[in-house]
């Protein structure tokens, strides 16, 4: 449905012909982490994100997963774990 409170005029999944029902009945405003994102909007009522009604939570516990400024670090340290004995295995294979 589209929004009646904080962003209105887009399309919100919390918008019900009651009103929103996310909890306290409308979205929050970005927080310093969100700034340079690809998915900030501006509003009269402010800027908020596109994507989640509420961002610091995206933030509470790291890096946003739906940031799009920040750099992916996940897939670096997924890289940097490599099994010994699985490495040792491949490597005696090729001589």
């Known amino acids: 449905m589209i929004c009646q409170?904080?962003?209105?005029?887009?399309?919100?999944a919390?918008?019900?012909p009651e009103g929103?029902?996310?909890n306290g009945g409308s979205c929050y405003q970005i927080i310093e982490s969100c700034?340079?994102?690809?998915?900030?909007?501006?509003?009269?009522?402010?800027?908020y994100c596109a994507k989640y009604p509420e961002p610091e939570k995206k933030w509470r516990?790291?890096?946003?997963?739906?940031?799009t400024h920040v750099a992916g670090s996940a897939t670096e340290?997924?890289?940097?774990?490599?099994?010994p004995i699985?490495?040792?295995k491949r490597g005696a294979g090729r001589k």
């Open 20 to 22: 929103c029902s996310y």
């Open 77 to 83: 340290a997924n890289a940097a774990r490599i099994n």
């Open 61 to 67: 516990h790291g890096h946003c997963n739906l940031a």
């Open 35 to 47: 700034n340079g994102c690809g998915r900030v909007i501006s509003h009269e009522t402010g800027w």
């Open 5 to 12: 409170t904080t962003r209105k005029g887009h399309e919100c």
């Open 14 to 16: 919390f918008m019900t």
């Open 86 to 88: 699985k490495a040792s």
